[in-house]
């Protein structure tokens, strides 16, 4: 995770390469460690002489982007409609559970790629895509939580010394489901680069220029037998991305749930 | 019977928002989805032709009216792209995705499930540390990469499976249920089995994969649960053998929770079989959604992404209806 976040933040620092430059005379190039590898590209080069290293280094910068960027809206748009509709209940309650509902009647990747189907490429339809597709995970877990919440003494006392709804939702209740909150962010995080990278490998994600790791994934299965280090690099990127907040994820859900330690 | 016409009707609602959101999608497309079916070369007359074709010149609630009568009647008219009835497009490749998700299903099923229960009747062992290790690379890996690697080692590098399609051309199966592997079966032509096996195994553990990983998890912790719980003990204590203990108190009472996951996760297989589709080439509806999206066939894609909408919302009502079987104590 703190690899991605480096990597996105400082690519201009770190890449070797401007990452759309072309090269046609090193176009192929496998990486350094193989025969017929050059220094030049220690991961080698895609099929017009671009450069992998610094593509996928610029690739994670959509990842993250996107990542982040959903895992905020989506979890600021799910967390309040769950916490008004836990805490308020009845008509409120059941306007927001028919809408999840009607959401979770789509699986979140189809959802993603319907609106994509629709909108067309772009950086802000792919977030507002995934964040529609993602938000009411927030929702039905805040929910769920704050019904629960709304019913402690610590409520019951805020109310009773005087706090309006509003100010006992935002201050007492909801700040105490964002231990699970976090948790459903962290792998959400993990959920959302894999779809992004979906999305991108089928053509539905970010224009082509902007290299991502779905893209050059979509571009290097036509090279898959001729130059396989298109396809294995970009995949290994994303793979160890996704593992390394899957490991976060677990670790703060142990953290933040004593009952599924046990169980591990 | 009673619970089952109270959830039919409380699904009404569910299905017509479904049906209205994505009725909606088209509409705030940007552009006019027929000029830009239609390409640059088309004339005003053609696009006002196609719109008339299409009902776009008639009002909203009347165009949403429509859609809704279409899609009870299942009449969707022709799709543009491949000029033939949409339904007929859909009911041709229905059963190669089904068959797919079947099989993926068995797939993830049939490695997850021991796995899962073994690490957890061998808790903290070194078989337990290396299935949950498994178990997260599983749901670390993306599946698309995951088949293009199958493809490039078991396909390419060791020749060992066909990368793509179905079936191998020049072989052909009579269809009786559209289903390769069981019409092959009926019908006794088994070079067509074996053709369609070797077909179904690489996209069908592709597709599995990540749902194996998620059961092993889920079925792991749903069993160390139910292990804990007093009735195990007092079974235990009546003097029960271990294997009887294990079939008819834990796993049973585990399966409640496996059962919801599944039901949960069906709906990731389905939309999982668009992309599993396109690496492998293979002739499903998710195959045909994105050659949809890619001529900009807005009609096709909107029925498409309609039943596999309300193919998810009926697993998931049948999961829900399964509940009370597995559990009689649930009542809806």
Sequence with gaps: ?264 | MNTLVRRLLGAVPVLLGISFLIFLLMHIAPGDPVSLLLGDDATPADIERTRHEWGLDQPLPVQYWDFLTRAVTGDFGKSLKFNEPVMRLVTERLPATLELAFASLCVAMLISLPLGVYSAIKHDSLLDHAGMSVALIGVSLPNFWLGIMLIYFLGGQLNLLPVAGRIEYGIDVQSITGLYLVDSLITGNFAAFWSALQHLLMPAFTLGSALAAIITRISRSSVLEVMRQDYVTTARAKGLSESRVIWRHILRNSMITIVTILGLQLGALLSGSVITETVFSYPGIGDLLIQSISARDYKLTQVLILMFAVTYFVVNLMVDLLYSWIDPRIKF
């Design chain 1, 1 to 264: 995770m703190l690899v991605l976040i480096i990597c996105g933040v400082a690519a201009p620092l770190l890449a070797p390469r401007d990452p759309q430059a072309q090269t046609l005379e090193d176009r192929l190039r496998p990486p350094r460690w193989s025969e017929n590898g050059s220094p030049a590209y220690f991961l080698g080069t895609d099929k017009i002489g671009r450069d992998m290293l610094s593509r996928i280094i610029y690739g994670s910068r959509i990842s993250l982007m996107v990542g982040a960027a959903t895992v905020i809206f989506a979890g600021f748009v799910g967390c309040t409609l769950g916490g008004v509709a836990g805490y308020f209940g009845h008509t409120t309650d059941e306007i927001v559970s028919k809408i999840s509902e009607i959401f979770l009647a789509f699986p979140f990747l189809l959802i993603a790629i319907a609106i994509m189907a629709f909108l067309g490429q772009g950086v802000g339809n792919l977030i507002l895509a995934l964040m529609l597709s993602r938000w009411v995970q927030y929702c039905r877990v805040v929910r769920g939580e704050v019904l629960s919440l709304r019913e402690r003494d610590f409520v019951t006392a805020a109310k009773a010394l005087g706090g309006q709804d509003w100010y006992v939702l935002l201050r007492h209740v909801i700040p105490n489901t964002l231990a699970s909150v976090t948790v459903i962010a962290t792998f959400g995080m993990a959920i959302v680069i894999i779809t992004e990278a979906s999305l991108s490998f089928l053509g539905l994600g970010v224009p082509v220029h902007i290299p991502t790791w779905g893209s050059m994934l979509s571009e290097g299965r036509s090279y898959i037998n001729r130059a396989p280090w298109l396809t294995i690099f970009p995949g290994m990127a994303i793979f160890i991305t996704v593992f390394g907040i899957n490991l976060l994820g677990d670790g703060l859900r142990d953290i933040f749930d004593p009952k599924l330690r046990r169980q591990r």
